[in-house]
């Protein structure tokens, strides 16, 4: 990912980036949850082979849209393609970072986007980090 690019995608708000990335990197072709009785995401939709995630676009109104729980309490709508997006990792965090910023509605004790700043940038962070070094140890 070119700075420039990064830079550009940092001056749109919330849902201009969210419809530039879904330009970018196209719609996914079948919904996050196949039903409302599904227990699990489909896997039709990853591309982390291709260093993709998919985000939830209406993240901007209530956290965790991927898990199930959440699914049940929320209208099935959110989980259809064109609520979902590709992103890189850094677009991924931009998005959270953005949800913080422009939305600052508290849903029950979360600040919307910040769960998943905490929850999974912090915590992938962590992880890649602590293998890094256990990777430079063997080297």
Same mark, same amino acid.
């Given at each position: 990912?070119?700075?420039?690019?990064?830079?550009?995608?940092?001056?749109?708000?919330?849902?201009?980036?969210?419809?530039?990335?879904?330009?970018?990197?196209?719609?996914?072709?079948?919904?996050?949850?196949?039903?409302?009785?599904? %227990?699990?995401?489909?896997?039709?939709?990853?591309?982390?082979?291709?260093?993709?995630?998919?985000?939830?676009?209406?993240?901007?109104?209530?956290?965790?849209?991927?898990?199930?729980?959440?699914?049940?309490?929320?209208?099935?709508?959110?989980?259809?393609?064109?609520?979902?997006?590709?992103?890189?990792?850094?677009?991924?965090?931009?998005?959270?970072?953005?949800?913080?910023?422009?939305?600052?509605? #508290?849903?029950?004790? %979360?600040?919307?986007?910040?769960?998943?700043?905490?929850?999974?940038?912090?915590?992938?962070?962590?992880?890649?980090?602590?293998?890094?070094?256990? #990777?430079?140890?063997?080297?």
């Amino acid at each position: 990912m070119k700075t420039e690019e990064l830079e550009f995608e940092k001056t749109l708000d919330y849902i201009e980036l969210c419809n530039y990335l879904q330009k970018k990197y196209g719609i996914p072709k079948f919904s996050y949850f196949l039903s409302i009785d599904s %227990k699990n995401p489909t896997s039709r939709i990853r591309r982390s082979d291709e260093g993709l995630f998919v985000h939830h676009i209406y993240e901007n109104t209530m956290p965790d849209l991927g898990k199930n729980a959440t699914m049940q309490i929320t209208p099935f709508d959110w989980q259809q393609p064109e609520n979902l997006l590709y992103c890189n990792y850094l677009e991924h965090f931009l998005l959270h970072l953005k949800i913080v910023k422009e939305y600052k509605s #508290i849903k029950g004790v %979360k600040i919307l986007g910040i769960g998943g700043i905490i929850n999974h940038f912090c915590e992938t962070l962590n992880y890649f980090y602590s293998h890094a070094k256990q #990777i430079s140890k063997k080297v």
